[in-house]
């Protein structure tokens, strides 16, 4: 099948909106208003700057049963520019993305363009030649390895949790993805550092969107990231928005969770894989397969679980 065609300089990569109309958390009242002015700022610039713009998961904060005023905002904000949107988990109502959503919503009236399925989406025609962008959707697998058809470079946008520099515990290691050059994460609302392996580039921007009140939310400012051909790094856009003080409330911070009580991102996924549809498409073997470390004392008992439950044994899968 054709992939769609969009011709631009680069791509402008605008990470967890979490568009509401209620302010979530403890953000105060003005929430709705900052967040579409840091939106129209995005693709402001963006289409000055001949950048195509991917909302990379979780345009949304809830999923459902947002006013319809907010939706026809969105459309009239987005429709001129047609983003891509990758479905993150708020995108989603119980794991699912189903008609019934807002996303789904802006998809129908043709506001932006849908990235809701693993594999390819689109083909980014820059000056420098053609590029394949993929996705990775909430609740998909990550490629094993990308065919890049004769583009000049390969992106693939993700919105998983992923075990990059700072974060104690993910379910998924930054490794080489033969054939693909970049992989970029929504979801991890904090900016990390750019991991490489081999031959790819493992990036998370971080989000557009305050929504933690504590020193570390303070301290950042929210970011936008841009990508071009023959980048070595991500390049970051700072969205306008007002000082920490005027969105978050006068009063002390709680205090910060101990890291050992934080529960483990892989047996998060293992949990959130358990009562997920199968046909949602993350199998429990490739993701044991994806994310255990041979040599790790708990990996041979997971694989014993995996095939006491499984049946019969999968020595070809699991790590030597």
Not at 13 to 23: E, K, L, M
Request: glycine fraction near 8%; hydrophobic fraction near 40%; proline fraction near 10%.
């Amino acid at each position: 099948m054709e992939l769609p065609s969009i011709k631009a300089q680069g791509l402008f990569i605008i990470a967890d909106p979490h568009v509401a109309a209620t302010p979530p958390g403890q953000r105060l009242e003005g929430f709705r208003e900052e967040i579409l002015a840091k939106l129209a700022a995005c693709l402001a610039y963006a289409q000055e700057n001949d950048l195509h713009v991917v909302i990379a998961g979780d345009l949304f904060h809830w999923p459902r049963e947002n006013p319809n005023g907010l939706i026809v905002e969105l459309i009239e904000l987005f429709t001129p520019y047609r983003p891509c949107v990758l479905v993150g988990n708020h995108d989603k109502y119980l794991a699912r993305f189903t008609k019934d959503v807002s996303l789904a919503v802006l998809d129908a009236a043709g506001a932006v363009r849908l990235m809701k399925e693993y594999g390819p989406a689109f083909r980014l025609e820059t000056p420098h030649g053609s590029v394949l962008a993929g996705a990775s959707p909430d609740g998909t697998l990550l490629p094993r390895r990308v065919d890049p058809d004769g583009a000049v470079a390969t992106v693939w946008f993700t919105h998983h949790d992923i075990l990059f520099p700072g974060i104690d515990s993910g379910a998924i290691a930054p490794k080489e993805i033969p054939g693909l050059d970049w992989l970029i994460n929504g979801h991890l609302h904090r900016p990390k550092p750019m991991v490489t392996a081999g031959c790819t580039r493992w990036c998370n921007p971080g989000n557009i969107t305050r929504l933690t009140f504590s020193r570390n939310t303070r301290e950042r400012a929210p970011a936008a990231a841009i990508w071009r051909p023959g980048a070595l790094e991500l390049e970051t856009w700072p969205v306008p928005c007002l000082p920490f003080e005027e969105v978050f409330p006068d009063q002390p911070f709680p205090p910060e969770p101990d890291p050992k009580e934080s529960r483990s991102l892989f047996l998060a996924g293992l949990e959130r894989l358990a009562w997920r549809r199968t046909q949602e498409g993350l199998g429990l073997k490739n993701f044991l397969s994806d994310n255990l470390k041979p040599g790790e004392p708990e990996t041979a008992l997971i694989w014993e679980l995996y095939e006491e439950v499984a049946g019969g044994t999968d020595a070809s899968t699991r790590p030597e």
